[in-house]
């Protein structure tokens, strides 16, 4: 188990930055599959982003390709994620979540989940 932590949420405009931190405890960050997932208020959650335990390998959804980057620091158990060129659609809470083994684009595979950072982007 890890426990997760996000900050760096808040209120941007459109076509602005922000970067997320997602704080990991436990000294097995390292051995996860490390996510990013958003919920807009009326819809499902849906995965963001995807970066595997040592890091090479990345998953991006279609509509934050050349946007946002998932990064990971495993000597400091944090995951990022920089979102730039934000739209209004971008507007949810943002999680962060890990799962062992490989990169799966399914919600339901991942185990352990912070308990969210709010983005809203404005007009």
């Known amino acids: 188990q890890v426990q997760l932590v996000e900050s760096g949420g808040g209120l941007v405009q459109a076509g602005g930055s922000l970067r997320l931190s997602c704080a990991a405890s436990g000294r097995t960050f390292s051995t996860y599959t490390m996510g990013w997932f958003r919920q807009a208020p009326g819809k499902e959650r849906e995965i963001v982003a995807a970066?595997?335990?040592?890091?090479?390998?990345?998953y991006y959804a279609d509509s934050v390709k050349g946007r946002f980057t998932i990064s990971r620091d495993n000597a400091k158990n944090t995951l990022y994620l920089r979102m730039g060129s934000l739209k209004p659609e971008d507007t949810a809470v943002y999680y962060c979540?890990?799962?062992?083994?490989?990169?799966?684009?399914?919600?339901?595979?991942?185990?352990?989940w912070g308990q969210g950072t709010q983005v809203t982007v404005s007009s």
């Open positions: 970066i595997g335990w040592i890091g090479g390998s990345t």
């Open positions: 979540a890990a799962k062992p083994g490989n990169i799966v684009v399914v919600t339901e595979a991942y185990n352990n």
